[in-house]
């Protein structure tokens, strides 16, 4: 079999990335029918179809799944071998970090400020978390880097940033903060519930597990919308201390412990394999650990 080039590792790796051939081309700056022509040789030298249409674009084949990781190692490790002068203080690279809500309103501001800083050049994109989808964004290089609070398997666990635990939040005067709630307290009140997949299903597993059936009056998408609608209608929000504390210093809200054990939780920061890491992703993810540690701190 002959060589294949650069060029056609690239085509491979940005038609697996985006499962669409016009995106692919958007993203290698070409045409479309550049970025078929390239499949076209590749089917032929590599023996199998490779991607298939689908009514949404195209899914990989067996051999191309078994195919990818070693054609990104291959290019990552070549473009680590040109890219080693990299300097955040000139750099155009546009970074993508996936952040749930709570992750944007405790991390997002202090590494905003920090880019600026160092790299005033460089863009910053924040994907919004989906807990189901993360580990396929970051397998297909869809996203740099992701703080997440559940564990993500197949993906390379970066660095703790923090630990924490889950506590009930209320408007002011509906109970003393710091005091345990009783059993029938919890059971009574009203609560907002936030979709699991903004990443933290793991305290409403830990509920249904002890059986309990609470009055859930409102569901919503976004941590973020607590402290408006909490207080209007006398609303009980399990959320993370950290998180609490941070709305309580800026709203009338109450802070009480669970009635029932709830495991506590670690937010870690996630990254692709570090030997796929290039210099500047690897900056980059330095600088969200240090950033996000000091701030969840």
């Not at 009338?252 to 992703?281: H, N």
Request: include cysteine.
């Amino acid at each position: 079999m002959a060589s294949i080039d650069l060029t056609l590792l690239r085509t491979f790796n940005a038609i697996f990335e985006t499962r669409n051939l016009t995106r692919a081309a958007h993203e290698l700056c070409v045409t479309q029918p550049s970025v078929s022509y390239a499949l076209s040789r590749l089917r032929k030298q590599l023996g199998d179809r490779l991607f298939v249409r689908t009514a949404s674009g195209v899914e990989p084949t067996v051999r191309a799944e078994e195919l990818y990781m070693v054609f990104a190692r291959a290019v990552s490790e070549i473009d680590a071998a040109v890219d080693d002068d990299f300097d955040p203080a000139t750099t155009e690279k546009a970074f993508r970090l996936c952040l749930s809500d709570l992750g944007e309103l405790t991390f997002l501001p202090a590494i905003s400020a920090r880019m600026a800083s160092e790299a005033p050049h460089a863009a910053l994109e924040i994907v919004p978390m989906h807990i189901n989808d993360v580990r396929e964004w970051m397998r297909r290089g869809q996203v740099d880097a992701a703080v997440a609070s559940i564990d993500l398997p197949g993906l390379e666990k970066r660095e703790l940033i923090a630990g924490d635990r889950y506590v009930c939040a209320m408007p002011g005067g509906a109970g003393g903060t710091g005091e345990e709630m009783s059993l029938e307290e919890f059971t009574n009140a009203r609560h907002v519930v936030v979709d699991q997949a903004a990443g933290h299903d793991q305290v409403e597993a830990a509920i249904s597990a002890h059986g309990i059936d609470r009055r859930i009056v409102l569901r919503v998408p976004h941590f973020s919308v607590l402290p408006q609608v909490l207080p209007l209608g006398n609303l009980v929000a399990i959320i993370p201390m950290h998180v609490a504390q941070t709305f309580a210093a800026d709203w009338d809200f109450d802070i009480r412990e669970l009635p029932v054990s709830v495991p506590s939780f670690d937010v870690s920061l996630y990254s692709q394999p570090a030997d796929l890491l290039l210099p500047a992703t690897q900056w980059f993810m330095d600088l969200v650990a240090e950033t996000a540690a000091t701030g969840a701190a």
